[in-house]
């Protein structure tokens, strides 16, 4: 594929068996200043992140993936990235569906993937969803004058940008520690869906688009002892969430 060599060149791996669409989209984003590798099935797929051989591999940026694969559904490919060790665990996925059923974006998004799009596409948007996602992957910036919150037994480290619970690391996805970071840094503040979306600086959501309340339920999990009845992370009915000030 088509690729423009550069010392920050972001590396992109897509999972697709579609090989027109997946050449199309590697010159495309090529031509945009990211590197593509592909592979056409869900098994290459995995060896490339995991080698089977024991060679030492850099998990990419980002992984591209298509949920319907000749040899495993895409959400298996998903299970299995976040199941595999080390950094590779963390890697950002965005996911492809050409079904219109919600479910299968809802249960993308509980697996872990941080964002989805339907198929056909524009390729602008899909620059545009890929670009979002590595800003908040990579975004740095000052350091905040308090790198570490506090909330009880809850530690967020934003330099770290990890989370922890009683000493043990809570797994989150790198869209569902923004979201978090985003309420933390806002505790007491009841916060719309639509201003929790718009201070991670993520893609718009259509009004009933489910997916955020779907992150929210992982986060829960995550952090809370009981997440059926959440202490941490409220539900403030026909408006959105809001961030306890006091936990514990």
Same mark, same amino acid.
């Given at each position: 594929?088509?690729?423009?060599?550069?010392?920050?060149? !972001?590396?992109?791996?897509?999972?697709?068996?579609d090989v027109?669409?997946a050449?199309?989209?590697?010159?495309?984003?090529?031509?945009?200043?990211?590197?593509?590798?592909? %592979?056409?099935?869900?098994?290459?797929?995995?060896e490339?992140?995991?080698?089977? #051989?024991?060679a030492?591999s850099?998990?990419? #940026?980002?992984?591209?993936?298509?949920?319907?694969?000749?040899?495993?559904?895409?959400?298996?490919?998903?299970r299995?990235?976040?199941s595999?060790?080390?950094?590779?665990?963390?890697?950002?996925?965005? %996911?492809?569906?050409?079904?219109?059923d919600? %479910? #299968?974006r809802?249960?993308?998004?509980?697996?872990?993937?941080? #964002?989805?799009?339907?198929?056909?596409?524009?390729?602008?948007?899909l620059?545009?969803?890929?670009?979002?996602?590595?800003?908040?992957?990579?975004?740095?910036?000052?350091?905040?004058s308090?790198a570490?919150?506090?909330?009880?037994s809850l530690?967020? &480290?934003?330099?770290?940008?990890t989370?922890?619970v009683?000493?043990?690391?809570?797994?989150?996805?790198?869209?569902?520690?923004d979201?978090l970071v985003?309420?933390?840094?806002?505790?007491g503040?009841v916060?719309?869906?639509d201003?929790?979306?718009?201070?991670?600086?993520?893609?718009?959501?259509?009004?009933?688009?489910?997916?955020? &309340?779907? !992150?929210m339920?992982?986060?829960r999990?995550a952090?809370?002892?009981d997440p059926?009845?959440?202490?941490?992370?409220?539900?403030v009915?026909?408006?959105?969430?809001?961030?306890?000030?006091?936990?514990d």
């Amino acid at each position: 594929m088509t690729t423009l060599p550069s010392m920050s060149t !972001h590396r992109l791996l897509m999972i697709e068996d579609d090989v027109r669409l997946a050449q199309m989209v590697g010159d495309y984003l090529g031509n945009n200043g990211l590197e593509v590798a592909h %592979m056409a099935d869900g098994k290459s797929g995995l060896e490339r992140l995991q080698p089977t #051989d024991g060679a030492v591999s850099e998990p990419p #940026d980002l992984v591209i993936l298509d949920l319907m694969l000749p040899d495993m559904d895409g959400l298996e490919v998903c299970r299995r990235i976040r199941s595999m060790p080390g950094s590779t665990a963390q890697v950002p996925v965005l %996911m492809l569906t050409a079904k219109g059923d919600p %479910m #299968d974006r809802i249960i993308g998004l509980e697996l872990g993937a941080d #964002d989805y799009l339907p198929k056909p596409f524009e390729p602008r948007e899909l620059l545009a969803r890929i670009r979002a996602i590595l800003r908040r992957k990579g975004s740095e910036g000052p350091a905040p004058s308090t790198a570490v919150m506090r909330f009880g037994s809850l530690e967020i &480290d934003r330099d770290a940008r990890t989370v922890a619970v009683s000493d043990q690391a809570a797994e989150l996805t790198s869209y569902q520690f923004d979201l978090l970071v985003a309420l933390a840094e806002r505790a007491g503040r009841v916060l719309t869906r639509d201003q929790i979306m718009e201070a991670v600086r993520g893609r718009e959501l259509e009004a009933f688009d489910r997916s955020i &309340d779907v !992150h929210m339920g992982r986060i829960r999990a995550a952090i809370e002892a009981d997440p059926k009845n959440p202490k941490r992370i409220l539900t403030v009915r026909g408006v959105g969430y809001v961030f306890a000030k006091q936990q514990d």
